[in-house]
């Protein structure tokens, strides 16, 4: 049906950028709100960034000012450009695309299988 593949990921000295992104294929008509989430050991998942079809966005306080999701509906792909990483941001982190079905035209929430950032000295 449809997949999220997520890339980017990777080991990063804090202070140091890293840009996430995440394709979505398959049997698309049109794609709604996509979103960046987050998961680190022992805490519960936590949005980290969402942005409309029209290019609205929001973030969780903790990476207002250091991370900017941006997306290309042409290419069906969103961005998470992290800047001032902190060893705080260290998680799993997971796209989440609101897919219009080509042959349905119903709306299904798809998610990638999460892509490793850790920021360490």
């Known amino acids: 049906q449809v997949q999220l593949v997520e890339s980017g990921g990777g080991l990063v000295q804090p202070g140091g950028s890293l840009r996430l992104s995440c394709a979505a294929s398959?049997?698309?008509?049109?794609?709604?709100?996509m979103g960046w989430y987050r998961q680190a050991p022992g805490k519960q998942r936590e949005c980290v960034a969402t942005?409309?079809?029209?290019?609205?966005?929001n973030y969780a306080d903790s990476v207002k000012g250091r991370f900017t999701i941006s997306r290309d509906n042409a290419k069906n792909t969103v961005y998470l450009q992290m800047n001032s990483l902190e060893p705080e941001d260290t998680a799993v982190y997971s796209c989440?695309?609101?897919?219009?079905?080509?042959?349905?035209?119903?709306?299904?929430?798809?998610w990638g299988q999460g892509i490793q950032v850790t920021v360490s000295a």
């Open positions: 942005i409309t079809s029209g290019g609205v966005t």
């Open positions: 989440n695309a609101n897919v219009v079905l080509s042959y349905t035209r119903r709306l299904i929430p798809y």
């Open positions: 398959g049997s698309i008509f049109s794609i709604g709100a």
